[in-house]
């Protein structure tokens, strides 16, 4: 089994040219059929616009799909009350798994007091909060808002929130290695790492990294398997994690278990 926890449906390039969100969730549906995927959870973005379809069109466009779920984008910004609100009632009801910072694309730091309210929601309903860390895919990104060790504060100050450092932290994955270290309540996807397909010398560098990452932070529940499609290749990616010297019992929790169990897919 494959669980990809980190997908998405904005009109990025290979989908620039797809303008409705029905026919890009065609194209996802193919490409987790043509790799063996079978669950994906889709992040709506930190904004809204006819590139970027809100959670709820993603939620009502996904009706008909039972191999999809949604982690909800939510910002500052372009986000009230009445929107965690609605997204409350949304979890109740089982369709978010999860939310979304978006850490850096936003310029606050993730131990922003404004940012409270959402994992306060977060730990009542018992759902993950995934947020970006690491290189922006916009120039206009500020990283020192996306460090992982940010999420160093979020972690102790709220013990019992369950956290998705998305991407690693890359190129910060040592900074990152020793949040999830000593953080029981951090988890990691490996999604992003590259755009498009992995080169062979990229390749090599980054599975040094993951296996010292994966060793030094010494166990397997805290790893998650994402791409971050159609930003990179499901099928590039699989042959990346192939490749990781990773014992049988510590993949199928990296591949699929430790999503199971984290965002609750039955």
Not at 2 to 18: F, G, R
Not at 132 to 148: F, V
Not at 230 to 247: G, H
Not at 249 to 256: A, G, S, V
Request: glycine letters at 4%.
């Amino acid at each position: 089994m494959i669980i990809d926890c980190h997908v998405h449906v904005n009109q990025y390039e290979l989908t620039q040219n797809v303008p409705l969100l029905e026919d890009r969730l065609e194209m996802l549906q193919s490409e987790m059929t043509n790799n063996n995927v079978d669950y994906a959870i889709i992040l709506s973005s930190y904004k809204n616009n006819p590139q970027r379809p809100s959670t709820e069109q993603i939620i009502d466009s996904i009706k008909k799909y039972d191999n999809l779920g949604v982690a909800a984008g939510f910002t500052i910004e372009n986000h009230t009350d009445d929107d965690l609100k609605n997204y409350s009632q949304l979890i109740k009801d089982g369709k978010i798994k999860a939310m979304k910072i978006y850490s850096g694309y936003e310029h606050y730091y993730p131990y922003d007091e404004r940012y409270q309210k959402v994992y306060d929601t977060c730990i009542e309903f018992d759902i993950p909060v995934m947020f970006h860390t690491g290189d922006t895919y916009s120039e206009k990104g500020k990283l020192r808002y996306a460090r992982p060790l940010n999420l160093d504060d979020v972690a102790v100050d709220n013990p019992e929130l369950k956290i998705v450092m998305c991407h690693l932290g890359n190129p910060w994955i040592q900074d990152a290695q020793e949040v999830l270290y000593k953080n029981k309540n951090v988890y990691a996807d490996v999604s992003g790492l590259v755009v498009g397909s992995f080169d062979h010398f990229f390749e090599k560098m980054i599975k040094e990294k993951v296996a010292e990452l994966i060793n030094y932070a010494g166990e397997p529940r805290y790893l998650l398997y994402g791409t971050d499609w159609p930003i990179s290749s499901m099928d590039s990616y699989l042959n990346f994690v192939a490749k990781l010297n990773i014992k049988k019992p510590f993949r199928d929790n990296f591949m699929y278990k430790n999503s199971k169990e984290l965002f609750k897919i039955s």
